[in-house]
């Protein structure tokens, strides 16, 4: 691990004011994900701001009958809390589908959301990887890339988002709440948190250099039944191959978005009206325009017999 430099923030706006005065530094909470990649040197900030004492730790009401989850809201804790297992379900059940205990204890609710990829060509400093160093290319693209993206990708990156929470905050319809530098805040939907890889795979989400999440908010609950299930390669601490998150209410209709396929949770609206009519009708709107590759061609048929389960579940 190459030296840094190392400060507290003593709030939201002074942790993100120092972050735009040290080019390249990193905030730090739990770093279940973050000090993994200085370890390996794919990521050396050369500056760390420490935000685990800005009080953003609380799960209170929000006005309009939903949850406000501060971005230091340990996975361990809001997959516990009373309202998230009662009126969020889904997002429960894929919190404790994710990583094991311990690191469940540690990795709190930004956290989750900004966690790099898992490519195996991400992790091997090696390899030329778009996301790790732009315009070095991608060596997934004809690589081994089972685990890989089959939807949303680009010339310059097949990669996934690993995030369980994700998913079940894109079915929810959740924002994500953030403080800029110059003490601004705003709000940003999770359809649009996360970017589709495009020419610039390395540029993740719609956060500003500096820019520093304080919360995520979840609105009003929906009802209808909750389901998160998780296909992988064995029965705990994997990423999914497949994942799908789901709101299924009772005439049938509902919410569904799919893990361990793109670059981000997916999810089509216009698909959903296909829920009634079932998982095969759903998957060929959901999936459009997928390119898979040989090795993770599978996944395709998988999207829509996991689909199937699920709605199976739903009815009983």
């Known amino acids: 691990m ?67 989850v501060g971005a230091l809201v340990s996975n361990t804790r809001l997959a516990a809390d009373m309202r998230i297992r009662c009126d969020y379900a889904l997002l429960a059940r894929a919190l404790l589908s994710g990583a094991s205990g311990q ?25 030329p990887c778009n996301k790790r160093q732009p315009g070095s290319g991608c ?39 953030t403080v800029r530098a110059d003490g601004t805040c705003r709000r940003i939907a999770m359809a649009d948190f996360h970017l589709l890889p495009g020419d610039t795979p390395h540029i993740e989400t719609m956060l500003e250099p500096g820019e520093l999440i304080t919360a995520v908010v979840l609105p009003h609950p929906v009802g209808g039944r909750h389901i ?44 959903e009206s296909e829920l009634p009519r079932g998982a095969q009708s759903v998957c060929e709107r959901l999936l459009a325009g997928a390119r898979p590759t040989r090795d993770n061609a599978f996944k395709i048929t998988l999207v829509e017999r996991t689909l199937r389960a699920v709605l199976n579940e739903a009815r009983g």
């Open 228 to 271: 998160y299930r998780k296909v992988r390669d064995r029965a705990s601490y994997a990423f999914a191959l497949v994942s799908i998150g789901a709101i299924v209410q009772p005439d049938g209709s509902g919410r569904v978005a799919v893990g361990g396929v793109a670059h981000k949770p997916w999810r089509v609206e216009a698909a």
């Open 139 to 177: 060596s997934a693209i004809g690589g081994v890339s089972r685990q890989l993206g089959v939807i949303g990708t680009s010339e310059a990156c097949i990669a996934t988002h690993p995030s369980d929470m994700a998913v079940a905050l894109r079915v929810l319809d959740a924002e994500v709440e």
């Open 103 to 127: 690191l469940r204890n540690k990795a709190t609710t930004a956290g989750n959301l900004l966690q790099r990829t898992r490519c195996p060509y991400f992790y091997d400093t090696a390899q």
């Open 2 to 68: 190459r030296s840094f430099s190392y400060e507290r923030a003593a709030s939201p706006a002074q942790a993100a004011e120092a972050a735009i005065h040290n080019p390249g530094a990193k905030f730090i909470a739990g770093g279940t994900n973050l000090l993994d990649l200085m370890k390996l040197q794919i990521e050396a900030p050369p500056h760390l701001i420490d935000v685990n004492g800005l009080g953003l730790d609380e799960i209170t009401p929000t006005e309009d009958g939903g949850l406000r």
